[in-house]
């Protein structure tokens, strides 16, 4: 995003020599090409574009990506990404984290990389469960889920990881699949945004949580159970045939969203909202929509941009050193000082 | 050691020629404040100097109670002063508490100044004294000087017209004023920073300076009775140069921007406030002009990763922390081991284990440097062993961390990072540079097409592999903390090649090239090696000073880099009958030199959060000998 001049790239530039180590099968692949895609037509410039990631399967990213990139600690990445921006701000960061790396162990400085609003791109991958540890549930498996760890099905109530983001700050919060064709539109949007942007990349683990996304994945239904949004857009969906037959509208008794039948002519009347991306309170909405009675928000639900950390953490420098010269020797020879000078009452010898 | 100093080992207990003053009051009383301004003056009259703060781990503790209970010891003369001194001369106890905590460690027939408006039998009883030590016989085998400091305070700032609260604030300053007095020092120094201090608000820094006159006066009054006299000091033979107090924690600061500049990088330091590292943090913050970028982070371990994903992008990344936080970022520190990226990790020592006691000094983080990270993971390991040597030590730390691209422990303890003492300083052109370099181009033979090729861990003459800024173009590849393949840093799991890194990794660290060890006192070989490290400088030094000034066959060796330890000291160490190792820990770098030189070290060990005694060392020494 920073880079002023747009470089020519095909999708071949961005694959590394190394050979992908992920199952065959899992969603990741999808992802990697959906970002291998995406790049050469945000005219980005290889050199100045790195990945970061912590641990996980996920978190292999970087080493299949003919960037620069860094294959960090579980659950770190955000704190070494910071780093990375406030020294050289020109970066063009993504960060690849999961479910367990960016909000078991790394929820922490998930919560402190978002609200701080260091300009970068944040894919959580979101599969529910543990994968390079064999299957254990993670914290956004859904209740009952059966892992190694969880014979007779986990207890604890699963984390939604838009719904922490956007509570952590981050002014930018989109979700997409793994085999989403909108997958590349919704990181497009959160490289245009200027800050933290936050994607939940819903993928699925064909080993361990097989087609746990197929509710609303699935290509079968996709239109009553994907609410794709766009910014200025009505929130249609349904039978794409039949030109969306729904849409969501305003509860104005119980200030909750409700699902409305609706045609192309009839949305206004019958109360359909328009997607407002800068609505902070519509983004808590969706994001909080439950799945089964609603369809599930996608797309980009928040862009709302603010000052990044890079540009506030510069303009404080400029403000402190305003005035002021870099001279080591008189550095150190500040505060109350004497001078030795072999005169009476001195001797030096 | 503070300055250079010509070495008087042969002072004798008569000559007046160095005093121990130690101020004591309540938490809320100022006593730092107080210590620090009397450091200032002592140190513009040319006296040399060491100082201890002791201070609780309570902000505001309970006023008036014994763990309440803060002060600041400061020993100055005429001749090298390198410890803050054993024994007390004078004591001022500003109250019922601070006497009863204090009063043991004071000289038989030292004198202690006491403020009699606070003996309340309300503060006596917090102190738990059953009967007033000012009405038995307690304080029988001191000079006492009794008065009531409060109501004179009171007296001299009345004009100023503040209620009596505010009034008593000064109390401080008063006692200042009285101890300036007494060692014949010029106020003006002290004036001029009240006035800079409450600048905004002129009537209080009037009346803590009316305050500071009235101590003064009452000590040219007083002298005409009773056991308070004036003792001129005269300032220590010196060399020429310019001289300023500083604090291990101003030197650190210091010494990380200078080696920074002589590395030609730009420094970004993470950190998380900790006592008693946060002083640190505190310092760099203003240095912005210097090229510096502080990063105060969401904990420890942020800290540390934020500062490798600088390193990363071509800073020198910092981070500092005091035992707990250094244990929360050894994960990272193995990552940047693993990555090979230089780091400067800053450790201010304190008693452990857990959180321990954050205020008071301790040496028990060696082993954690040293050997504190999961695999083998070897990392450099330097000490400083005083305020002004904690300078030199950062930068050679910046220096073995951006030659060698490696993460770099430098260990200073709570004593050496508030301590201050008087430092020459030193002029940055005498500063050899060692700039750091970065990769350019591709640095591996042509692939079978003819084109060349890009080796991240192609190895150096120092085993360091080259540093490649991100940015830079056609160099872009990936690192992290999977073992990687000798020279293309790929991922490579096997058996072979892990055995190849994990030995070039011991070989980089073991092949740092660090200067002799040298012989702080004494001479080489011989009856006994007193062998330290760190903080505890200072009184092994006066001890083995003054036990050779006895006629004892005894050395003084200070070992500041730990890791890789000087090539000649393992011939040094066994050129001598024994070897003892005080320091303030259970025994852990004896144990490093047992393991290094199959030598006989013997411990002499203090885990009671204050520094060695030079008296406690001599007594050692003697029995060592005997």
Same mark, same amino acid.
């Given at each position: 995003?920073?880079?002023?001049?747009?470089? /020519?790239?095909?999708?071949?530039?961005? /694959?590394?020599?190394?050979?992908?180590?992920?199952?065959?099968?899992?969603?990741?692949?999808?992802?990697?090409?959906?970002?291998?895609?995406?790049?050469?037509?945000?005219? *980005?410039?290889? *050199?100045?574009? =790195?990945?970061?990631?912590?641990?996980?399967?996920?978190?292999?990213?970087?080493?299949?990506?003919?960037?620069?990139?860094?294959?960090?600690?579980?659950?770190?990445?955000?704190?070494? %990404?910071?780093?990375?921006?406030?020294?050289?701000?020109?970066?063009?960061?993504?960060?690849?984290?999961?479910?367990?790396?960016?909000?078991?162990?790394?929820?922490?400085?998930?919560?402190?990389?978002?609200?701080?609003?260091?300009? =970068?791109?944040? =894919?959580?991958?979101?599969?529910?469960?543990?994968?390079?540890?064999?299957?254990?549930?993670?914290?956004?498996?859904?209740?009952?889920?059966?892992?190694?760890?969880?014979?007779?099905?986990?207890?604890?109530?699963?984390?939604?990881?838009?719904?922490?983001?956007?509570?952590?700050?981050?002014?930018?919060?989109?979700?997409?699949?793994?085999?989403?064709?909108?997958?590349?539109?919704?990181? #497009?949007?959160?490289?245009?945004?200027?800050?933290?942007?936050?994607?939940?990349?819903?993928?699925?683990?064909?080993?361990?949580?097989?087609?746990?996304?197929?509710?609303?994945?699935?290509?079968?239904?996709?239109?009553?159970?994907?609410?794709?949004?766009?910014?200025?857009?009505?929130?249609?969906?349904?039978?794409?045939?039949?030109?969306?037959?729904?849409?969501?509208?305003?509860?104005?008794?119980? =200030?909750?969203?409700?699902?409305?039948?609706?045609?192309? /002519?009839?949305?206004?009347?019958?109360?359909?909202?328009?997607?407002?991306?800068?609505?902070?309170?519509?983004?808590?909405?969706?994001?909080?929509?439950? $799945?089964?009675?609603?369809?599930? %928000?996608?797309?980009?639900?928040?862009?709302?941009?603010?000052?990044? $950390?890079?540009?506030?953490?510069?303009?404080?420098?400029?403000?402190?050193? #305003?005035? #002021?010269?870099?001279?080591?020797?008189?550095?150190?020879?500040?505060?109350?000082?004497?001078?030795?000078?072999?005169?009476?009452?001195?001797?030096?010898? | 050691?503070?300055?250079?100093?010509?070495?008087?080992?042969?002072?004798?207990?008569?000559?007046?020629?160095?005093?121990?003053?130690?101020?004591?009051?309540?938490?809320?009383?100022?006593?730092?404040?107080?210590?620090?301004?009397?450091?200032?003056?002592?140190?513009?009259?040319?006296?040399?100097?060491?100082?201890?703060?002791?201070?609780?781990?309570?902000?505001?503790?309970?006023?008036?109670?014994?763990?309440?209970?803060?002060?600041?010891?400061?020993?100055?003369?005429?001749?090298?002063?390198?410890?803050?001194?054993?024994?007390?001369?004078?004591?001022?106890?500003?109250?019922?508490?601070?006497?009863?905590?204090?009063?043991?460690?004071?000289?038989?027939?030292?004198?202690?100044?006491?403020?009699?408006?606070?003996?309340?039998?309300?503060?006596?009883?917090?102190?738990?004294?059953?009967?007033?030590?000012?009405?038995?016989?307690?304080?029988?085998?001191?000079?006492?000087? @009794?008065?009531?400091?409060?109501?004179?305070?009171?007296?001299?700032?009345?004009?100023?017209?503040?209620?009596?609260?505010?009034?008593?604030?000064?109390?401080?300053?008063?006692?200042?004023?009285? @101890?300036?007095?007494?060692?014949?020092?010029?106020?003006?120094?002290?004036?001029?920073?009240?006035?800079?201090?409450?600048?905004?608000?002129?009537?209080?820094?009037?009346?803590?300076?009316?305050?500071?006159?009235?101590?003064?006066?009452?000590?040219?009054?007083? !002298?005409?009775?009773? +056991?308070?006299?004036?003792?001129?000091?005269?300032?220590?033979?010196?060399?020429?140069?310019?001289?300023?107090?500083?604090?291990?924690?101003?030197?650190?600061?210091?010494?990380?921007?200078?080696?920074?500049?002589?590395?030609?990088?730009?420094?970004?330091?993470?950190?998380?406030?900790?006592?008693?590292?946060?002083?640190?943090?505190?310092?760099?913050?203003?240095?912005?002009?210097?090229?510096?970028?502080?990063?105060?982070?969401?904990?420890?371990?942020? @800290?540390?990763?934020?500062?490798?994903?600088?390193?990363?992008? &071509?800073?020198?990344?910092?981070?500092?922390?005091?035992?707990?936080?250094?244990?929360?970022?050894? !994960?990272?520190?193995?990552?940047?081991?693993?990555?090979?990226?230089?780091?400067?990790?800053?450790?201010?020592?304190?008693?452990?284990?857990?959180?321990?006691?954050?205020?008071?000094?301790?040496?028990?983080?060696?082993?954690?440097?040293?050997?504190?990270?999961?695999?083998? @993971?070897?990392?450099?390991?330097?000490?400083?062993?005083?305020?002004?040597?904690?300078? !030199?030590?950062?930068?050679?730390?910046?220096?073995?961390?951006?030659?060698?691209?490696?993460?770099?422990?430098?260990?200073?303890?709570?004593?050496?990072?508030?301590?201050?003492? +008087?430092?020459?300083?030193?002029? +940055?052109?005498?500063?050899?540079?060692?700039?750091?370099?970065?990769?350019?181009?591709?640095?591996? +033979?042509?692939?079978?097409?003819?084109?060349?090729?890009?080796?991240?861990?192609?190895?150096?003459?120092?085993?360091?592999?080259?540093?490649?800024?991100?940015?830079?173009?056609?160099?872009?590849?990936?690192?992290?903390?999977?073992?990687?393949?000798?020279?293309?840093?790929?991922?490579?799991?096997?058996?072979?090649?892990?055995?190849?890194?994990?030995?070039?990794?011991?070989?980089?660290?073991?092949?740092?090239?660090?200067?002799?060890?040298?012989?702080?006192? &004494?001479?080489?070989?011989?009856?006994?090696?007193?062998?330290?490290?760190?903080?505890?400088?200072?009184?092994?030094?006066?001890?083995?000073?003054?036990?050779?000034?006895?006629?004892?066959?005894?050395?003084?060796?200070?070992?500041?880099?730990?890791?890789?330890?000087?090539?000649?000291?393992?011939?040094?160490?066994?050129?001598?009958?024994?070897?003892?190792?005080?320091?303030?820990?259970?025994?852990?770098?004896?144990?490093?030199?047992?393991?290094?030189?199959?030598?006989?070290?013997?411990?002499?060990?203090?885990?009671?959060?204050?520094?060695?005694?030079?008296?406690?060392?001599?007594?050692?020494?003697?029995?060592?000998?005997?």
């Amino acid at each position: 995003m920073n880079a002023p001049v747009k470089f /020519e790239t095909t999708l071949k530039d961005w /694959e590394t020599d190394q050979e992908v180590r992920w199952c065959p099968g899992c969603g990741d692949y999808a992802i990697l090409k959906a970002v291998q895609r995406t790049l050469p037509q945000l005219g *980005a410039d290889p *050199a100045n574009t =790195m990945f970061v990631s912590g641990i996980g399967c996920s978190s292999r990213f970087p080493y299949y990506m003919e960037t620069y990139g860094f294959h960090t600690i579980h659950g770190r990445a955000p704190a070494f %990404a910071t780093g990375i921006k406030l020294a050289n701000p020109d970066l063009d960061v993504w960060l690849v984290t999961g479910d367990g790396d960016g909000l078991s162990i790394g929820g922490n400085h998930m919560m402190h990389v978002l609200r701080r609003n260091v300009n =970068m791109q944040i =894919m959580l991958f979101n599969n529910e469960i543990y994968g390079l540890t064999k299957g254990q549930y993670s914290p956004t498996s859904r209740e009952g889920t059966p892992s190694p760890s969880t014979p007779i099905g986990s207890v604890d109530r699963p984390a939604n990881p838009a719904a922490f983001a956007i509570g952590a700050g981050a002014r930018f919060v989109g979700r997409g699949f793994d085999v989403s064709k909108n997958l590349p539109d919704v990181l #497009k949007a959160a490289h245009a945004h200027q800050g933290a942007a936050f994607i939940e990349i819903f993928q699925n683990c064909i080993v361990y949580n097989k087609d746990v996304f197929n509710d609303f994945a699935a290509p079968k239904g996709a239109g009553d159970n994907q609410l794709w949004l766009e910014d200025g857009k009505p929130m249609l969906f349904g039978d794409p045939k039949a030109g969306f037959d729904k849409g969501i509208a305003l509860d104005r008794d119980t =200030m909750a969203l409700k699902v409305v039948a609706a045609t192309q /002519e009839n949305w206004e009347e019958v109360g359909v909202l328009v997607h407002d991306a800068k609505s902070r309170v519509l983004a808590h909405m969706l994001i909080e929509m439950p $799945f089964g009675p609603f369809p599930m %928000a996608l797309g980009v639900i928040y862009d709302d941009p603010a000052p990044t $950390f890079e540009s506030a953490v510069a303009g404080e420098r400029a403000k402190a050193t #305003k005035g #002021k010269v870099a001279n080591l020797g008189k550095l150190l020879g500040s505060g109350q000082t004497w001078t030795v000078d072999g005169t009476e009452g001195h001797p030096t010898d | 050691m503070a300055t250079k100093a010509a070495e008087n080992t042969n002072a004798t207990e008569t000559a007046p020629d160095a005093v121990v003053v130690r101020f004591a009051g309540d938490s809320g009383d100022g006593m730092q404040l107080t210590g620090g301004q009397f450091t200032m003056s002592t140190a513009l009259a040319g006296n040399d100097l060491a100082t201890f703060p002791d201070f609780p781990a309570e902000i505001r503790a309970p006023q008036g109670t014994l763990f309440g209970v803060s002060a600041f010891q400061i020993n100055f003369g005429s001749r090298s002063i390198s410890t803050a001194g054993d024994a007390p001369d004078v004591l001022v106890a500003m109250n019922p508490a601070a006497l009863k905590v204090n009063l043991a460690a004071l000289k038989p027939g030292g004198l202690v100044i006491i403020d009699t408006g606070e003996f309340t039998k309300r503060n006596l009883d917090k102190a738990k004294y059953d009967v007033s030590p000012l009405d038995d016989d307690s304080l029988a085998k001191y000079d006492v000087l @009794a008065f009531d400091i409060s109501e004179l305070t009171i007296e001299a700032v009345k004009p100023f017209g503040l209620g009596n609260k505010d009034a008593l604030r000064s109390k401080n300053m008063w006692t200042l004023g009285l @101890a300036l007095w007494m060692f014949d020092r010029e106020r003006g120094p002290v004036e001029d920073w009240l006035k800079s201090k409450f600048k905004s608000k002129p009537e209080i820094a009037d009346a803590n300076i009316a305050a500071l006159n009235a101590g003064h006066a009452y000590g040219e009054t007083a !002298e005409l009775s009773g +056991p308070l006299k004036q003792l001129s000091m005269p300032p220590v033979p010196a060399e020429p140069g310019l001289y300023r107090t500083i604090t291990g924690a101003e030197a650190v600061s210091l010494g990380l921007v200078a080696g920074a500049q002589l590395a030609e990088l730009p420094m970004f330091f993470g950190g998380y406030p900790i006592t008693p590292a946060s002083a640190i943090l505190h310092h760099l913050v203003r240095l912005k002009e210097y090229d510096v970028t502080t990063f105060q982070a969401e904990d420890e371990i942020a @800290a540390i990763c934020a500062a490798i994903g600088a390193s990363y992008a &071509g800073s020198l990344g910092v981070t500092s922390s005091s035992g707990p936080g250094i244990a929360l970022k050894g !994960e990272a520190m193995g990552l940047a081991i693993m990555t090979e990226l230089p780091l400067v990790i800053v450790n201010s020592q304190r008693g452990g284990p857990s959180t321990g006691l954050p205020t008071k000094t301790e040496q028990s983080d060696l082993y954690q440097a040293v050997y504190g990270r999961n695999g083998d @993971a070897p990392m450099p390991v330097v000490s400083a062993c005083s305020p002004g040597d904690a300078f !030199e030590v950062a930068i050679e730390a910046c220096r073995i961390a951006t030659q060698y691209m490696t993460p770099v422990m430098l260990l200073t303890d709570g004593y050496i990072a508030n301590a201050a003492e +008087p430092w020459a300083v030193p002029d +940055p052109d005498t500063f050899t540079p060692f700039p750091a370099k970065f990769l350019e181009a591709k640095n591996g +033979p042509a692939n079978e097409n003819g084109e060349p090729t890009l080796l991240p861990y192609k190895r150096d003459e120092n085993g360091a592999r080259p540093w490649i800024k991100p940015g830079t173009p056609e160099l872009m590849h990936r690192i992290g903390g999977i073992e990687k393949q000798v020279d293309t840093g790929h991922i490579d799991y096997g058996p072979e090649n892990h055995q190849a890194m994990t030995d070039a990794r011991v070989a980089k660290v073991a092949g740092v090239k660090v200067p002799d060890q040298e012989i702080a006192a &004494g001479k080489a070989g011989g009856k006994l090696a007193i062998v330290g490290w760190g903080s505890t400088y200072g009184p092994i030094h006066q001890a083995v000073n003054r036990s050779i000034a006895n006629g004892m066959d005894v050395a003084h060796i200070h070992v500041r880099h730990i890791c890789p330890l000087p090539a000649n000291l393992g011939e040094l160490l066994k050129g001598y009958n024994k070897v003892l190792v005080p320091e303030m820990n259970t025994g852990q770098f004896k144990t490093i030199l047992r393991d290094a030189y199959l030598v006989d070290a013997q411990p002499l060990t203090k885990t009671s959060g204050q520094p060695f005694t030079i008296a406690e060392l001599e007594a050692a020494i003697e029995g060592a000998l005997s």
